[in-house]
């Protein structure tokens, strides 16, 4: 499968604790993103990354979120003391593209559900 | 007020029935724009990009139109494997990427 994938598929976790998610884009492709999804809601935009260079970082993040794509590769998103609020679908999407986005392509997601 | 704004719907048609959603944006900044399919509990799937000049795949019409900054998606002859959640995507030349709410689309026998 040379689509885009996520680890793990599912987290449960204990509020306060931090959590690690991994995104391995299309081989080829340089940009990748990171979206939170509740339900009901479209995809809310956290961040985006060209090759390592992370270009945007969405407002809405507060500073318990980090991401990396140390190598331009594979990506991992760390939401630090966790809290109820941040249950939802954390998707990764990647495109291949200079200037003008070119669609994205999504993995399956991590749900994470914080208690 | 939402930067991408959509409505929800749900829209009920019956199969081969021709349906129009719309998407309003704000950002006069923006530079791409994209729909995409989304089924129930699944990732969202590129649909088809969004040209000024119009863009047509099959049963598939995208339109943009820049001055009033809303764009458009038209199916036509309906089937059943439409029903699913469409969102409409609005992109920014810095890379940030704003997705609607979707609109609900049920095609019925």
């Known amino acids: 499968d040379t689509g885009v994938s996520q680890d793990p598929r599912h987290k449960i976790t204990k509020r306060g604790q931090n959590v690690t998610f991994r995104c391995d884009p299309i081989?080829?492709?340089?940009?990748l993103y990171w979206y939170r999804q509740t339900l009901g809601q479209g995809p809310e935009f956290l961040t985006y990354?060209?090759?390592?260079?992370?270009?945007?970082k969405s407002r809405l993040l507060s500073d318990r979120f980090s991401a990396e794509r140390p190598k331009g590769s594979f990506s991992t998103l760390e939401i630090q003391r966790t809290e109820q609020g941040d249950s939802a679908m954390y998707l990764c999407?990647?495109?291949?593209?200079?200037?003008?986005?070119?669609?994205?392509?999504f993995g399956p997601g991590t749900r994470l559900t914080v208690t | 007020r939402k930067e991408v704004e959509q409505d929800p719907g749900p829209f009920n048609v019956p199969e081969g029935a021709t349906v129009a959603f719309n998407c309003t944006y704000s950002?006069?900044?923006?530079?791409?724009f994209f729909w995409y399919r989304q089924d129930c509990r699944k990732e969202p799937k590129l649909l088809m990009s969004?040209?000024?000049s119009g863009n047509e795949d099959g049963r598939f019409t995208a339109q943009l139109n820049r001055a009033s900054q809303y764009i458009s998606l038209l199916i036509r002859d309906s089937k059943l494997s439409d029903s699913a959640t469409y969102l409409c995507?609005?992109?920014?030349?810095?890379?940030?990427?704003?997705f609607g709410d979707g609109t609900t689309l049920t095609v019925k026998p």
């Open positions: 999407a990647s495109s291949l593209g200079w200037g003008t986005e070119s669609g994205q392509y």
């Open positions: 081989s080829e492709h340089n940009r």
């Open positions: 990354f060209q090759n390592e260079a992370q270009l945007e």
């Open positions: 950002n006069s900044a923006s530079q791409s």
């Open positions: 969004v040209y000024s």
């Open positions: 995507v609005v992109n920014t030349n810095a890379g940030k990427s704003t």
